[in-house]
């Protein structure tokens, strides 16, 4: 398992839930995300849509599974715009 704290710096000013929804969606890990005191999977629309995320946000990303170096890795390069 892996867990890192990861701020938003998505380009254009894009919205980070579906893209992020999009990203983690591509990965056989289970993918966890926690912002604000609610953790909800990376992989549902509706619990992503419920954290309310936006750019600069501050949020706790939480991988599980075969794929997990991999996905984290991606997932932290995608979500802090490197």
Do not use: C, R, W
Request: proline share 1%.
């Amino acid at each position: 398992m892996k867990t890192e704290t990861i701020a938003i710096k998505l380009e254009g000013g894009a919205h980070p839930v579906a893209l992020l929804v999009q990203e983690a969606s591509k990965y056989d890990s289970k993918i966890y995300v926690e912002a604000e005191g609610k953790k909800v999977n990376a992989k549902s629309i509706m619990g992503m849509m419920a954290l309310g995320l936006d750019n600069g946000d501050q949020l706790k990303v939480t991988v599980d599974g075969t794929d997990e170096e991999v996905a984290m890795q991606n997932l932290y390069q995608f979500l802090s715009g490197k």
